[in-house]
Each structure stands twice: as structure tokens, then as C-alpha cells.
């Protein structure tokens, strides 16, 4: 059975630092995701990560893929108030296509 | 429509009542996906849609829980008997494509089911 683990669970950063979320998973896939919710909002993707050595960036956010180690990583770069939402990981499974696995999520607090 | 709408967004039911919550999924989008998200907590699969295929159903919890879905459009998600544990946001999801050539999945607001 496909287990998704994040770390940390809960992140508080002062604006201007810089950090990683963690997410890895158990078993063979090929494709990971990194979505982003607000609270009281749904989620909102950030990253498709499809292949091996995949890197995504998009402003102060980026994310990889390892699936040899079965790990992606979402750095956060030079935080800002903005980015404080909660941060979920899905992987793909490669012998269950039809459904993602989530993380249980990274709730990220940015302060000044 | 522009985005995936669920509705109702908020819903209050009492224990033992059947609710139904209604997915419109994108335009176009041949697969789509209901989620449990209860407080605080990750999102758990339900249930998937791929065009005319036979449901994905399992991570329905309990044969409680059914869906429907008409075509390659509106979905409805009916929890019979409600129990309190059913308390949480009942997140959809659609796709232009599942299976193998998964696209992203675009998320719908939600419909925050809360069972006294």
C-alpha cells in the first residue's frame, strides 16, 4: 500500500529565511504533485513533477523529484507573508493510476 | 464553467439524515475524483470517474457512501444515515484524462458537511 509522508508538519519561518518540505512515499511512482491550500480554500496546484531528476520553479517556490530515493523535496526561498498556506504532496501510483495519494500536509506560518 | 462548483458549500445535517452533494466538474474533463478531508488532516480518496468505465470505489469507507455520475458530467455523492465521524469537507476533483495519462486534477471549493 502506498504511504505519502511530509515533514515537517507544521513550519513557522521568519520572512526572508529559507527552508524545504520533505515528502516521501513507499513505493514505485512516477509522478508526484505539490498542491497549495488556503485555509478555508481548496487546493490549488503548484507542481506536475513526471520523471526522475524532475525540477520545477515557479517565484520563490521549488520543487524535485528523486524517485530513486522516493523523495521530493518544495524549497522555499526568501519566505514572504504570502506564501503561508498549507503545503499537501500527491504521488501517483505506479500499479494504481486512477487515484493520487496526499500527504497529510505542511502547514507553513510566515511571519514578519 | 470556468472552475470546478460543488455544492452545497456548507451543509448541516442531523445524525441519521441522508445528505447528497453535487459536483459540476470542467468542461471537457472526462475524469473526476471526490475526497474527504476531515480537520486538520490530509485528503482521503473516495471515489473516481473515468468516462463510461466502471468507478474506482475503493476508498468509499462504508456502503453508506455512493456516488453517481451522469455521462462525463455532474457528479452526486450521497451519504446515507449520516454519522457524526461523516463530519468533514467533501473535496471534488476533476481531469481532462485519468489512468496512465493522469493530468492535474483541478479541485473544487469544497462542501463542509458538519453532522450534529
Known amino acids: 500500500e502506498l504511504k505519502v509522508e511530509q515533514n515537517p508538519l507544521f513550519l513557522s519561518m521568519q520572512e526572508g529565511k529559507n527552508y524545504t518540505i520533505y515528502c516521501n512515499y513507499s513505493t514505485t511512482s512516477d509522478r508526484l504533485y505539490w498542491y497549495r491550500q488556503d485555509p478555508g480554500k481548496s487546493l490549488e496546484s503548484l507542481f506536475v513533477l513526471l520523471s526522475n531528476g524532475a525540477v520545477k520553479q515557479e517565484g520563490r517556490l521549488m520543487a524535485s523529484l528523486d524517485t530513486k530515493a522516493r523523495l521530493s523535496t518544495l524549497h522555499i526561498t526568501a519566505a514572504v507573508h504570502d506564501l503561508s498556506a498549507t503545503y499537501f504532496c500527491?504521488?501517483?501510483?505506479?500499479?494504481?493510476?486512477?487515484?493520487?495519494?496526499f500527504g497529510t500536509g505542511t502547514r507553513l506560518q510566515v511571519f514578519p | 464553467g470556468a472552475g470546478v462548483s460543488q455544492s452545497p458549500s456548507n451543509k448541516v445535517t442531523e445524525k441519521g439524515k441522508d445528505v447528497e452533494l453535487r459536483c459540476d466538474p470542467i468542461?471537457?474533463?472526462?475524469?473526476l475524483y471526490w475526497y474527504r478531508q476531515r480537520l486538520g488532516q490530509g485528503l482521503e480518496f473516495l471515489i473516481y470517474f473515468q468516462g463510461n468505465s466502471a468507478p474506482d470505489k475503493s476508498g468509499l469507507p462504508s456502503d453508506r457512501f455512493s456516488a453517481e455520475r451522469t455521462g462525463e458530467s455532474v457528479s452526486t455523492l450521497t451519504i446515507q444515515r449520516t454519522q457524526q465521524e461523516d463530519s468533514a469537507v467533501y473535496l471534488c476533483?476533476?481531469?481532462?484524462?485519468?489512468?496512465?495519462?493522469?493530468?492535474?486534477?483541478?479541485f473544487g471549493p469544497g462542501t463542509r458537511l458538519l453532522v450534529l
Open positions: 476533483a476533476s481531469s481532462l484524462a485519468g489512468g496512465r495519462t493522469q493530468e492535474t486534477q483541478y
Open positions: 468542461s471537457g474533463h472526462t475524469a
Open positions: 500527491a504521488v501517483e501510483s505506479r500499479y494504481n493510476t486512477d487515484k493520487l495519494i
